[in-house]
């Protein structure tokens, strides 16, 4: 095609723009790499063009997910390179002490809360072992959740909640987090009177639906979110205070915005990017976000999207058949 860079000289390719990409539905499907994929960063990499992986996923360390995609893709992929949706978190550290984390199986996201620098982190499991069977009769705690449960001091306020990853116990959570947002101060087993005194609240991500290897989309974080609002609401007869982080969410293409230009400064570049270009599946938080922060998007067909032309609601700039064809297509196609 005109577009292919097999034949295109380096001194052609632009050097002042970098790429964020969408790790689910667009490097892999179900754990295994989309071999455009592979094909895509290693270009990347042969020829110095920064690039992200911009993912709403999570639930592990940016160290731990960077060796498991590196194993997956066949690329070398560096810690710095993974903004998850809970990366931004980390900012968070000198305003929050005492925070429950939710979501994730075993201790991966407290591990995870922990090297990100917070203080005291209590876990759902921890406070269920604490408080007892009637906390929330529902969820049954294996031998391996009880060796995995730490002790805290459960009379101390918590001052935040962060889910990081979609809940695994999702009943004990939503019960949880009902809990903190109608307690007193953040107390646990409290009821405050306004029910509008709970700890500050947030959600990695707001992703409805999300693709595997499974026919049809899966119900993602942005469920638990919806169920908590409306929840909360039910009880309260008030909206929730709570923060989405993650695609479509400017704080995400913020962050991600400054590692590239960090990128860009360690290769002793002088001005800051001229353009960063988004390939994602999901027109709802990729290509939106893309959209509204200034990004260039770019929709593939390789998983949420399925539809013939581009997105109705929230239409990329273009659409491709593969994270490959998309790159291909950016280097051609700089502002
Ligand atoms: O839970 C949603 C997550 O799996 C989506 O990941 O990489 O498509 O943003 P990603
Ligand atoms: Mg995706």
């Given at each position: 095609s005109i577009f292919s860079i097999r034949n295109f000289s380096k001194a052609a390719l632009p050097n002042d723009v970098a790429f964020a990409f969408d790790i689910d539905g667009v490097l892999i499907r179900g754990g295994r790499a989309i071999k455009e994929g592979t094909r895509a960063l290693q270009f990347l990499k042969d020829n110095k063009i920064p690039f992200i992986l911009l993912t709403?996923?999570?639930?592990?360390h940016e160290s731990v997910r960077a060796k498991l995609l590196s194993t997956t893709m066949q690329v070398d992929l560096k810690e710095k390179q993974f903004c998850q949706s809970h990366t931004p978190f980390r900012t968070l550290t000198n305003k929050y002490k005492n925070v429950l984390v939710m979501g994730g199986f075993g201790n991966k996201v407290r591990e995870t809360a922990e090297a990100y620098g917070f203080e005291k982190v209590i876990t759902d499991v921890d406070v269920l072992a604490k408080r007892g069977i009637p906390f929330w009769p529902f969820t049954y705690l294996t031998e391996k959740d009880l060796v995995s449960a730490q002790d805290f001091d459960d009379t101390r306020p918590i001052d935040a909640v962060f889910t990081y990853v979609d809940p695994v116990n999702f009943g004990l959570d939503l019960q949880l987090l009902m809990e903190l947002a109608c307690s007193k101060n953040g107390v646990l087993g409290t009821q405050s009177p306004?029910?509008?005194?709970?700890p500050d609240i947030y959600f990695s991500n707001a992703d409805l639906i999300w693709p595997n290897e499974y026919n049809v989309p899966r119900l993602g974080q942005g469920a638990f979110g919806i169920c908590c609002e409306n929840v909360y609401r039910a009880l309260s007869g008030k909206a929730l205070k709570c923060t989405y982080y993650g695609k479509p969410h400017s704080v995400t293409y913020k962050y991600a915005t400054n590692v590239l230009n960090d990128f860009r400064r360690e290769m002793n570049a002088t001005t800051p990017l001229r353009e960063i270009f988004m390939v994602g599946d999901n027109p709802a938080s990729d290509i939106r976000g893309a959209n509204s922060f200034g990004w260039t998007s770019i929709l593939v067909r390789t998983g949420v999207f399925q539809g013939k032309e581009n997105s109705e609601q929230y239409p990329a700039k273009h659409v491709s058949a593969n994270v490959w064809e998309a790159v291909q297509w950016a280097l051609t196609h700089t502002h």
């Amino acid at each position: 095609s005109i577009f292919s860079i097999r034949n295109f000289s380096k001194a052609a390719l632009p050097n002042d723009v970098a790429f964020a990409f969408d790790i689910d539905g667009v490097l892999i499907r179900g754990g295994r790499a989309i071999k455009e994929g592979t094909r895509a960063l290693q270009f990347l990499k042969d020829n110095k063009i920064p690039f992200i992986l911009l993912t709403n996923g999570g639930g592990v360390h940016e160290s731990v997910r960077a060796k498991l995609l590196s194993t997956t893709m066949q690329v070398d992929l560096k810690e710095k390179q993974f903004c998850q949706s809970h990366t931004p978190f980390r900012t968070l550290t000198n305003k929050y002490k005492n925070v429950l984390v939710m979501g994730g199986f075993g201790n991966k996201v407290r591990e995870t809360a922990e090297a990100y620098g917070f203080e005291k982190v209590i876990t759902d499991v921890d406070v269920l072992a604490k408080r007892g069977i009637p906390f929330w009769p529902f969820t049954y705690l294996t031998e391996k959740d009880l060796v995995s449960a730490q002790d805290f001091d459960d009379t101390r306020p918590i001052d935040a909640v962060f889910t990081y990853v979609d809940p695994v116990n999702f009943g004990l959570d939503l019960q949880l987090l009902m809990e903190l947002a109608c307690s007193k101060n953040g107390v646990l087993g409290t009821q405050s009177p306004t029910m509008t005194e709970g700890p500050d609240i947030y959600f990695s991500n707001a992703d409805l639906i999300w693709p595997n290897e499974y026919n049809v989309p899966r119900l993602g974080q942005g469920a638990f979110g919806i169920c908590c609002e409306n929840v909360y609401r039910a009880l309260s007869g008030k909206a929730l205070k709570c923060t989405y982080y993650g695609k479509p969410h400017s704080v995400t293409y913020k962050y991600a915005t400054n590692v590239l230009n960090d990128f860009r400064r360690e290769m002793n570049a002088t001005t800051p990017l001229r353009e960063i270009f988004m390939v994602g599946d999901n027109p709802a938080s990729d290509i939106r976000g893309a959209n509204s922060f200034g990004w260039t998007s770019i929709l593939v067909r390789t998983g949420v999207f399925q539809g013939k032309e581009n997105s109705e609601q929230y239409p990329a700039k273009h659409v491709s058949a593969n994270v490959w064809e998309a790159v291909q297509w950016a280097l051609t196609h700089t502002h």
